[in-house]
Structure formats: C-alpha cells, structure tokens
C-alpha cells in the first residue's frame, strides 16, 4: 500500500480564495483524521471519520471551514474563505481503529499559504 | 480533557551519545496509551514508540526506550547512541482507551532535537 496520500503537497492562495485539500486514506482504514499544524498551537485535531461519518469536528475552528468523506478512499476539507491565519500544515491520517493504542498513519501534509 | 505538556521546546545532543526528552500529561483516565512521535524535515510524523498504561513495563524499541511514571503521569523518551538521523521534531501524544465512536490523539508542543556531528 501506498500509505496515506495528499494532495496537493503546497498550496499557495491568495485571502478570499477557496481551498480543497484532498486525502487518501489506507484502503481497509476505517478512521480518517484531519490536523492542522502551526508554530502557535501545535497539533491540533480538527475532525475524524468513522466508516465516512463525521464523528467529532468540535476542533473545526469556524463555519468556513468543512469535511467531507463521500466514500472510504477519498476525502476533503474545505475552506471558504481562506484567510491569512489559515495558513498551515494540514495532515490527514487513518487508523484501522482508534481507542486501542493503535497506530496512526500520516500523509505528508499540505502545506497552506494564504497570501 | 486531557493535556500533554512538553517542557523543552529545544535539545541538542552529540553524535553517539545518550539525551532525554521529557513529557507530562493530565488525565483522570485510568487506561490510555502513550505514544512518541517523530518529524523530520521531509514532515512526514512517524510513530517511534508506544506505551499502554496498565503495562508496568517499559517500552522499548532499538535504541528508544520510555520512563513511564503513572503515578506522576510522566513519559519521558530516551534515545541512546544518537545518531544524525534522529535529528527532528519530537511529540508526545495521549489516546484515551477506546470510546463508543473511538478516541482521539491529543499532542504536545514538540520538542526539537538536533542531533551534533
């Protein structure tokens, strides 16, 4: 397997524009997180999937933001506008399971630059 | 909810010798796990090693090892033999046990260690 897979891997927008990230998940997978990264706040969880459903996307900072996962290979997350503070690293990761120590698996990361 | 705390937002470390990276956390939970995570430069967070709560035992993997102290809730990773390779950022991270719909991971801050030729 190709490990999880993100697109794309930079992404440079300019205040205003709408931006999709898009992930991969590991087929078989049945948990999709999303995170975002910044030097002031570290790692922070902004939602996770169970078997495409969102389970807790209380991390999710504003209305501009959304996630979706229309099928178990593919998601998104949206954001409309995009704002110079959403700059950042995006990870997506996938589990098989989530709660019993198990591993998680990281993409690469998109990183985000609104300009 | 839960709280992971790294204290040293940077190290540094000679080639081939032994350095300690320290992490706390708060929780009332009495089954959780607890993980090291690694980023390098490529950003890419790989799992270095994990640490489940009702074990006693410390965690080893090669040359990483934990100090887990329950009781004072602390995690601390030691890496022996360093080598320029280990040069990356470091996160603790917490999982509580398994919930109805499962159970995030909440990270600490990081810490930077730089591994010296």
């Known amino acids: 397997d190709a490990g999880v897979i993100q697109s794309p891997r930079h992404e440079v927008t300019e205040m205003g524009q709408e931006v999709t990230l898009r992930c991969k998940p590991i087929?078989?997978?049945?948990?999709l997180f999303w995170y975002r990264q910044t030097m002031m706040r570290g790692l922070e969880l902004l939602i996770y999937?169970?078997?495409?459903?969102?389970?807790?996307d209380s991390g999710m900072p504003e209305d501009r933001f959304s996630a979706k996962m229309p099928n178990a290979s593919f998601s998104t997350l949206k954001i409309q506008p995009s704002e110079p503070r959403d700059s950042a690293v995006y990870f997506c990761a996938s589990s098989l399971e989530t709660g019993f120590g198990e591993k998680l698996f990281f993409g690469s990361g998109t990183q985000l630059s609104v300009l | 909810a839960q709280t992971v705390t790294q204290s040293q937002p940077e190290m540094s470390v000679q080639e081939a010798e032994t350095v300690t990276l320290s992490c706390t956390y708060d929780t009332s939970e009495n089954n959780y796990y607890l993980f090291w995570y690694k980023q390098p430069p490529s950003r890419q967070m790989i799992l270095v090693i994990r640490?489940?709560?009702?074990?006693?035992q410390n965690a080893t993997e090669n040359r990483f090892s934990v100090n887990f102290q329950k009781a004072a809730k602390s995690f601390s990773l030691k890496i022996s033999d360093s080598q320029l390779g280990d040069t990356a950022m470091y996160f603790c991270a917490f999982m509580k046990y398994w919930e109805t719909s499962g159970s995030r991971l909440t990270f600490g801050e990081g810490t930077q260690l730089t591994v010296n030729p």
């Open positions: 640490q489940e709560a009702y074990k006693q």
């Open positions: 999937f169970n078997n495409n459903v969102p389970i807790d």
């Open positions: 087929s078989g997978h049945d948990y």
